[in-house]
């Protein structure tokens, strides 16, 4: 029996739960690799209420839950330019953030995610999709160069106290085929 996997657009109405995940899956993910206090400060800046409740309402920025067998297990969070944290370039689409809770990594959930954001960058004719990846993050730099993705430049990510570098990574959406048909 396969089990139930949904996806779903957050609305406004999505705000509490958004905010508990963030910080849930931030902290699961980076907590070991920085200082309590900068971890506490990264979190009450970047997930507060009133700033996750600006994105949710910006036109240009779209984020998705991801359900497994009606628990929430992830979420992502894609952006059109002007709403970009870097590149703001109207053919491309950011993947501003992909999280899985630590208790459902290693079953395919991330690539799903990663799918959903290529195919709305599809669905809305964007030419590549990029994103920030902490030039530490080993796993997560694995991933995305597993699928496709490869390095075109660099940008200071701050983490509480702590400027760390993040690895610009872009991937192209389309084939021989779309450039010859152009």
Request: aromatic fraction near 10%; include cysteine.
């Given at each position: 029996m396969t089990e139930k996997i949904i996806?779903?657009?957050?609305?406004?109405?999505?705000?509490?739960?958004?905010?508990?995940?963030?910080?849930?899956?931030?902290?699961?993910?980076?907590?070991?690799?920085?200082?309590?206090?900068?971890?506490?400060i990264f979190?009450?800046?970047?997930?507060?209420?009133?700033?996750?409740l600006n994105e949710l309402s910006d036109k240009n920025s779209s984020f998705y839950f991801l359900f497994q067998e009606n628990e929430l297990a992830g979420y992502l969070?894609?952006?059109?330019t002007p709403s970009q944290s870097d590149i703001?370039?109207?053919?491309?689409?950011?993947?501003?953030?992909?999280?899985?809770?630590?208790?459902?990594?290693g079953k395919g959930l991330g690539q799903l995610l990663l799918e959903h954001?290529?195919?709305?960058a599809r669905e809305k004719k964007k030419t590549?999709?990029?994103?920030?990846?902490?030039?530490?993050n080993k796993k997560a730099l694995a991933f995305y160069q597993k699928n496709g993705f490869y390095q075109i430049g660099t940008h200071p990510y701050i983490l509480g106290e702590d400027v760390?570098?993040?690895?610009?990574?872009?991937?192209?959406?389309?084939?021989?085929?779309?450039?010859?048909?152009?």
């Open positions: 996806l779903k657009k957050c609305t406004t109405d999505d705000l509490e739960t958004l905010c508990t995940i963030s910080r849930k899956t931030y902290e699961q993910t980076f907590a070991p690799l920085t200082t309590p206090e900068n971890m506490q979190l009450a800046k970047a997930f507060d209420l009133e700033k996750l969070k894609v952006n059109e703001n370039d109207s053919q491309s689409l950011e993947l501003e953030r992909i999280f899985v809770k630590a208790e459902f990594q954001a290529i195919q709305i590549y999709l990029w994103l920030g990846v902490w030039e530490k760390q570098i993040d690895y610009i990574l872009r991937r192209d959406l389309y084939s021989e085929d779309t450039l010859n048909s152009r």
